[in-house]
């Protein structure tokens, strides 16, 4: 018969051929007409056939065949032995007093547990993977674009140079080049990670319908399920980091390469708690890098606030408040543009606050150098995060995913490291170099974290320590020549910039030093300051120094 011009034939009987089906067998899976069941019957005395009409096919359980009594079938399931077992396994003794199920019933249990984790693998974990690789590649889109940008920029001032600067042009430009492929070959291998797990999901995903299709008992009951567990273990999240081109100007052709301008470091993150199921969050480092901004020529003094007590530390609520702590067991909160108190906060133990600094969502935290413990305010009321044995805390500030670095010192006045928290939870420490030898002395007192996730730290004993993300030394500034008033380099507060400057007070000269990511020194600003040592910066790169001898804090603009 031609199917091209015939109607659909209707299905026939699979013993006789000829008449049409009525029946179906569902032991043996074969379509019968009326006149052939008895004869396919007693075709197979062994087995137990179960006949129903065509319409209820596949209906009736396929009993798994037991594997002591060939020709019986197992109706029943021991749930202490986890096996199918038949009426003449039951009538032995080896089950005796066993908790015994219908088989049925363990069936509907097991795809009912399969069906969730269908439905989790199709309704969650398969999405969240799709979500997390469209992320990715929308990063790899904007990183091309943002190096395009920095490209452009880069030739738009070379032009202003002369002919004797093109190959460093060039130079500089390759090394972007080579940046961007280093990353973009880092997301693509991350996206291709993610991809190969996104098929063997889909691959798990067919595999469990599969499995809910049939109704081969002993085939679900062979059905090894899969842990779907390390599926729910979603990747990091990759953050890229650009560098920055800082232009410079000309004055002898001999320091053209400096002064042309540099790139700093770009960098590739993880952040394994980047991602959430069915959720992607786009963290702040992982968004354009912000303008490019320049020192202004004279610093300059916007306003200047009295607080009456001596002041150590200064820590910005928002850019319209905040708080200070000095020599005084109290904290206080302070309006920038009235210079009016606005709240005042007792510590918890009576104890003159060692370090102030304002989290992610705005609570004050502080540390307790009587009492050992770190410390956080929350709508007035006082709670204990952290609680030392043998190590005392000194400064503390908090990071850009949340974490607070806290710098600790041993009780015997030893030993000095570094130590992220995470909540209550110790995550790292930092304390030696690549040779074994101490990054800090007892001396350090105040900490930052740079933009580019540097962890810098003002060494009292005369350097600005500042370390990778890892805890890797990149470098220490120790100070520059021609100092103000020509002392040793007396480093006490720190903070950064937008532009990943590193500030850091400096209080036997009366001034703040600045220098690049990279530690090399760019300017001082004085603005008659005297006795600098709290330093913050806020989201408009304010600088607020906090003067211990004039009770006081300025606020100076420095950058364009």
């Not at 795809?111 to 439905?119: G, P, R, S, V």
């Not at 990670?193 to 469990?208: A, P, Q, R, V, W």
């Not at 069915?278 to 490019?292: C, D, I, L, M, Q």
């Amino acid at each position: 018969m031609d199917p091209c011009t015939s109607a659909q034939d209707v299905m026939r009987c699979d013993l006789c051929e000829t008449a049409v089906v009525e029946m179906h067998c569902d032991t043996c899976l074969i379509n019968l007409c009326k006149a052939c069941v008895g004869e396919h019957m007693i075709s197979d005395e062994s087995k137990k056939h179960e006949i129903v009409k065509f319409s209820l096919r596949k209906t009736t359980p396929l009993y798994p065949a037991c594997i002591s009594h060939v020709k019986e079938r197992c109706e029943m399931y021991c749930n202490k032995c986890d096996i199918p077992v038949c009426v003449t396994c039951l009538a032995s003794d080896q089950h005796l007093g066993h908790k015994l199920l219908k088989t049925v019933q363990v069936l509907d249990n097991k795809k009912e547990k399969i069906t969730k984790e269908l439905a989790e693998l199709n309704e969650t974990i398969y999405p969240t993977y799709q979500d997390i690789a469209s992320d990715v590649q929308n990063k790899m889109s904007q990183l091309k674009k943002e190096y395009g940008d920095l490209s452009t920029a880069i030739t738009k001032h070379g032009e202003d140079w002369h002919r004797e600067i093109d190959k460093l042009v060039k130079k500089l430009k390759a090394e972007v080049d080579e940046m961007k492929n280093t990353q973009l070959q880092t997301l693509q291998k991350h996206l291709d990670e993610i991809n190969k797990t996104m098929s063997d999901i889909k691959d798990e995903i067919d595999s469990f319908n599969t499995v809910i299709d049939s109704n081969e008992i002993s085939e679900i009951f062979k059905f090894a399920s899969v842990n779907i567990t390390r599926y729910k273990n979603i990747p990091e999240k990759i953050l890229p980091y650009l560098p920055k081109f800082t232009q410079g100007r000309i004055q002898r052709r001999k320091e053209l390469g400096k002064l042309f301008g540099t790139l700093s470091s770009s960098s590739l993150n993880s952040d394994e708690h980047g991602y959430s199921m069915k959720t992607t969050h786009k963290s702040p480092e992982a968004g354009s890098s912000p303008p490019v901004k320049q020192l202004l020529d004279e610093p300059e003094t916007v306003t200047t606030m009295k607080t009456e007590c001596s002041l150590y530390h200064a820590a910005c609520l928002n850019d319209e408040e905040i708080w200070t702590s000095g020599d005084e067991k109290t904290m206080k909160l302070f309006s920038i543009s009235q210079g009016s108190l606005l709240k005042s906060i007792r510590t918890k133990s009576g104890n003159r606050p060692y370090d102030i600094a304002v989290t992610k969502c705005r609570d004050l935290i502080y540390t307790d150098y009587i009492d050992s413990t770190v410390n956080i305010v929350k709508n007035e009321k006082i709670e204990e995060v952290i609680r030392l044995q043998n190590w005392i805390p000194k400064g503390v500030c908090s990071t850009s995913s949340g974490d607070l670095l806290v710098i600790m010192i041993s009780d015997d006045r030893k030993q000095t490291k570094v130590v992220r928290f995470s909540g209550s939870t110790e995550k790292q420490s930092i304390q030696f170099d690549d040779q074994g030898k101490p990054l800090y002395s007892s001396d350090s007192d105040y900490i930052s974290e740079n933009r580019n996730l540097d962890i810098c730290v003002s060494d009292g004993a005369g350097a600005v320590v500042v370390v990778n993300q890892v805890g890797k030394l990149r470098f220490r500034y120790t100070g520059h020549t021609n100092a103000p008033k020509n002392k040793p380099f007396h480093p006490r507060g720190i903070t950064t910039d937008s532009q990943s400057h590193i500030l850091t007070a400096d209080n036997n000269n009366d001034c703040v030093h600045i220098i690049d990511q990279d530690g090399q020194f760019l300017r001082y600003i004085e603005c008659g300051l005297n006795n600098p040592i709290g330093l913050c910066t806020d989201t408009y790169d304010n600088l607020f120094v906090a003067e211990c001898n004039k009770d006081q804090v300025k606020k100076i603009k420095f950058l364009q």
